[in-house]
């Protein structure tokens, strides 16, 4: 399973369209964390599994998402309402309780990517305004099988960046 997972373009609505037909035909599913700053009627969120962000104001938006694959159980939230700017110990309380195997969010404008205790947590970046010691707008695609992880993180122009690829065991 192929799973595409991109946050924070903060209205820079072309970016997600020109992902996504990029991407299509090689993605399962794509998640968005949340601060797209657009309306949740958006068609492009008949294809992204998307959750609301701290500048998201459209009420449509679900705060939290959980999604079953045929290989995984996703959390996804944006990050503000589980302080992850402070850490990664509520929201893995909060995927704990999901039993997920995978913890998406956003918020910090910064790329992160580590497993812990057979859970994969990712932060893809921002599409539009990168923060932190990376400055690269970036999205990320997980590989998913049944015993491992491989993560690549991609750059605007969908390029693959070398330093930003990992393995993880499940």
């Known amino acids: 399973m192929k799973y595409l997972v991109v946050s924070d373009n903060h209205g820079d609505r072309e970016i997600l369209v020109d992902i996504l037909q990029r991407r299509r035909d090689e993605v399962d599913y794509f998640f968005h964390c949340g601060d797209s700053e657009l309306p949740s009627n ?20 679900k705060s939290r ?3 079953k694959t045929p290989l995984d159980t996703i959390y996804m939230t944006h990050g503000h309402l589980s302080n992850v700017r402070f850490g990664l ?64 993180y991609y750059d605007r122009t969908h390029a693959a960046v070398s330093d930003l690829h990992f393995h993880f065991k499940k």
């Open 42 to 61: 958006d068609e492009l969120f008949q294809t992204y599994n998307v959750v609301t962000g701290n500048c998201d104001f459209d009420p449509g938006f």
């Open 65 to 67: 998402l959980v999604m």
């Open 89 to 152: 110990t509520q929201i893995s309380l909060e995927a704990k309780v999901e039993n997920a195997d995978i913890c998406l969010f956003g918020h910090t404008h910064q790329i992160g990517c580590e497993a812990v205790k057979g859970c994969l947590y990712l932060n893809p970046g921002s599409i539009s305004q990168p923060r932190g010691p990376i400055q690269i707008q970036s999205y990320a695609i997980i590989e998913s099988s049944a015993d491992s992880w491989e993560v690549q």
